[in-house]
């Protein structure tokens, strides 16, 4: 018989190998390094190494690098997406995609330079007909670098491409 505390298993971390058996992504838009800590349906604490061979620095900006925005988000949403897989004990198979439904929120408050750990706090607020809700926030050294709230949903990709006309 399971107690209330069994419903919610809190497991330990994921290497690199272990993560791309759960994110479709790779090289070089995959953006998470490695799990610290997950504890299914509720949270995930995950960690990105940002370093100067990322593709991003040649053009952004070369006299200063700095990652972009939209690149520390989809390191939170990988992370997100992370999360939902291992809650549903579902590892995706090629045609498992999750999509942003929605970015609210989004605040930046550092630059996120080469050499800079973020580590990736995502947690579930909501999980309702195919749609997840997160709070995820990245910071380096204890500073937040963005904070965002995140709606995604799960779909297959033949699905996807025909629900929006392609």
Same mark, same amino acid.
């Given at each position: 018989?399971? *107690? =209330?505390?069994?419903?919610?298993?809190?497991?330990? @971390?994921? &290497?690199?190998?272990?993560? +791309?058996?759960?994110?479709?992504?790779?090289?070089?838009? #995959? #953006?998470?390094?490695?799990? #610290?800590?997950?504890?299914?349906?509720? @949270?995930?604490?995950?960690?990105?190494?940002?370093?100067?061979?990322?593709?991003?620095?040649?053009?952004?900006? =070369?006299?200063? =690098?700095?990652?972009?925005?939209?690149?520390?988000?989809?390191? #939170?949403?990988?992370?997100?997406?992370?999360? *939902?897989?291992?809650?549903?004990?579902?590892?995706? &198979?090629?045609?498992?995609?999750?999509?942003?439904?929605?970015? &609210?929120?989004?605040?930046?408050?550092?630059?996120?330079?080469?050499?800079?750990?973020? +580590?990736?706090?995502?947690?579930?607020?909501? @999980?309702?007909?195919?749609?997840?809700?997160?709070?995820?926030?990245?910071?380096? &050294?204890?500073?937040?670098?963005?904070?965002?709230?995140?709606?995604?949903?799960?779909? *297959?990709?033949?699905?996807? @491409?025909? *629900?929006?006309?392609?």
């Amino acid at each position: 018989m399971n *107690s =209330p505390e069994m419903d919610h298993v809190k497991m330990n @971390s994921l &290497d690199i190998n272990e993560i +791309k058996q759960y994110l479709p992504h790779r090289y070089p838009l #995959l #953006l998470v390094d490695r799990v #610290l800590n997950w504890e299914s349906g509720k @949270s995930i604490t995950a960690i990105k190494n940002v370093t100067i061979n990322e593709e991003f620095f040649n053009g952004h900006f =070369p006299h200063k =690098p700095v990652m972009p925005g939209v690149m520390m988000i989809e390191a #939170l949403a990988q992370t997100a997406a992370l999360l *939902s897989f291992l809650t549903v004990g579902q590892k995706p &198979d090629e045609n498992a995609i999750v999509y942003f439904v929605g970015i &609210d929120g989004a605040r930046f408050k550092r630059p996120v330079e080469p050499g800079d750990q973020l +580590k990736m706090e995502v947690e579930i607020t909501r @999980s309702a007909r195919g749609i997840w809700k997160y709070k995820a926030k990245a910071t380096v &050294d204890g500073q937040v670098a963005v904070e965002a709230e995140l709606m995604c949903t799960m779909r *297959s990709a033949s699905d996807a @491409s025909q *629900s929006a006309g392609l």
